[in-house]
């Protein structure tokens, strides 16, 4: 996720991408952010006030000095996006329950917080989708006894070629000193076609469900809600940190791990669907020496995408709500680092 400078005037969080800094992969980038759409102007009627936003459905608004302030009651509008939320929240549950199939299940009992709900509808269920989803959204400490049902093995049974639950299982035998274990994740992650922990899926899917009419402020108020639990999910992902360990330079100087792992990481570079898998396969990459005309991204690649994410001067217009809808709906369809690579500058 990239890092924002502080805003006082939104007191609310944004759907960035996902901070690499946070699985201390990549160093963080010099410009944080780059402006949007500098030098834009528009013809308004009366006089804006100093220190006002823009607020979709509701003009130009001053807020007090302390909106920031952690104690600070959310104004009139936030609260009214919020009530509007919940109004859509029940629509897209009473959709995805009426369609029936395990995915949309699991997002039904997702949006709802619950998270056992999710874990029993994926546990009989064939499809990877959900399954992933619901033993992401599982793996947290505390987690009930629904959620202790989902395993990363069945995972990799409903889904063999994708090496994002492979490589889930190599930090499971890592920590229990499994060597075996070990190996065969390395094993089956170098062979598979696919690394894809579905990051945006969920987002997607609840708006996908939501009506074509629902207010902006309202989408943008769920997308963020979703969005916000997907990073979570994503940085709570183990996969990452046992994979680098299991590359380091005095593991690869055996053969056959080596060879191992530079199939995952330029698997990771070229398949990879959030910032955080690609990332980290470059910088594996790099560590093992491959040369750019061997692996599809490199570390400075990946500082640009970050860099390039667009952020709105007014974050609560309707203009800059919509940009941010379309940038999830972006990443649910493509994938988060294919969504940042589409906004950086063509190659000269």
Not at 244 to 271: G, T
Not at 302 to 314: C, G, N, R, Y
């Given at each position: 996720m990239v890092l924002l400078p502080e805003r006082r005037e939104l007191p609310m969080p944004l759907p960035l991408p996902i901070r690499v800094e946070a699985v201390a992969m990549v160093e963080p980038p010099k410009a944080v952010v780059k402006k949007f759409a500098a030098g834009a102007s528009f013809a308004k009627a009366e006089p804006i006030p100093p220190g006002a936003i823009e607020v979709c459905g509701v003009g130009w608004v001053s807020l007090p000095p302390d909106a920031s302030a952690s104690d600070a009651p959310p104004p009139d509008w936030q609260r009214q996006w919020e009530a509007q939320a919940e109004t859509l929240r029940a629509q897209a549950v009473a959709t995805l329950q009426a369609r029936g199939?395990?995915?949309?299940?699991?997002?039904?009992?997702?949006?709802?917080?619950?998270?056992?709900?999710?874990?029993?509808?994926?546990?009989?269920?064939?499809?990877?989708?959900?399954?992933?989803?619901?033993?992401?959204?599982?793996?947290?400490?505390?987690?009930?006894?629904?959620?202790?049902?989902?395993?990363?093995?069945?995972?990799?049974?409903?889904?063999?070629?994708?090496?994002?639950?492979?490589?889930?299982?190599?930090?499971?035998?890592?920590?229990?000193?499994?060597?075996?274990?070990?190996?065969?994740?390395?094993?089956?992650?170098?062979?598979?076609?696919?690394?894809?922990?579905?990051f945006g899926r969920f987002t997607g899917g609840i708006d996908e469900a939501l009506p074509a009419d629902a207010p902006v402020g309202a989408r943008s108020t769920l997308q963020l809600e979703t969005i916000g639990r997907e990073s979570a999910f994503a940085l709570g992902w183990l996969g990452a940190g046992g994979f680098s360990s299991s590359c380091s330079a005095e593991a690869v100087r055996d053969a056959n791990r080596r060879q191992n792992c530079v199939a995952i990481a330029k698997l990771l570079a070229s398949k990879g669907r959030g910032l955080v898998d690609v990332a980290i396969g470059a910088r594996v990459g790099e560590r093992l020496g491959l040369s750019a005309d061997e692996i599809d991204v490199t570390p400075a690649q990946v500082k640009a995408a970050q860099q390039a994410f667009p952020v709105p001067e007014e974050l609560a217009s309707c203009a800059a709500l919509r940009q941010m809808q379309d940038w999830m709906r972006e990443v649910a369809r493509d994938g988060e680092w294919r969504a940042l690579q589409a906004r950086l500058p063509p190659k000269s």
């Amino acid at each position: 996720m990239v890092l924002l400078p502080e805003r006082r005037e939104l007191p609310m969080p944004l759907p960035l991408p996902i901070r690499v800094e946070a699985v201390a992969m990549v160093e963080p980038p010099k410009a944080v952010v780059k402006k949007f759409a500098a030098g834009a102007s528009f013809a308004k009627a009366e006089p804006i006030p100093p220190g006002a936003i823009e607020v979709c459905g509701v003009g130009w608004v001053s807020l007090p000095p302390d909106a920031s302030a952690s104690d600070a009651p959310p104004p009139d509008w936030q609260r009214q996006w919020e009530a509007q939320a919940e109004t859509l929240r029940a629509q897209a549950v009473a959709t995805l329950q009426a369609r029936g199939d395990a995915f949309s299940r699991v997002l039904a009992r997702l949006i709802q917080n619950d998270t056992e709900g999710a874990a029993a509808a994926a546990a009989g269920s064939s499809d990877p989708r959900a399954y992933g989803l619901a033993w992401q959204a599982c793996s947290r400490p505390g987690a009930g006894p629904a959620c202790q049902q989902l395993s990363l093995r069945r995972w990799t049974q409903l889904e063999p070629g994708n090496a994002w639950p492979w490589l889930g299982m190599l930090s499971e035998a890592r920590q229990r000193g499994d060597a075996s274990g070990v190996e065969e994740a390395l094993h089956r992650a170098a062979g598979a076609e696919t690394m894809d922990g579905g990051f945006g899926r969920f987002t997607g899917g609840i708006d996908e469900a939501l009506p074509a009419d629902a207010p902006v402020g309202a989408r943008s108020t769920l997308q963020l809600e979703t969005i916000g639990r997907e990073s979570a999910f994503a940085l709570g992902w183990l996969g990452a940190g046992g994979f680098s360990s299991s590359c380091s330079a005095e593991a690869v100087r055996d053969a056959n791990r080596r060879q191992n792992c530079v199939a995952i990481a330029k698997l990771l570079a070229s398949k990879g669907r959030g910032l955080v898998d690609v990332a980290i396969g470059a910088r594996v990459g790099e560590r093992l020496g491959l040369s750019a005309d061997e692996i599809d991204v490199t570390p400075a690649q990946v500082k640009a995408a970050q860099q390039a994410f667009p952020v709105p001067e007014e974050l609560a217009s309707c203009a800059a709500l919509r940009q941010m809808q379309d940038w999830m709906r972006e990443v649910a369809r493509d994938g988060e680092w294919r969504a940042l690579q589409a906004r950086l500058p063509p190659k000269s």
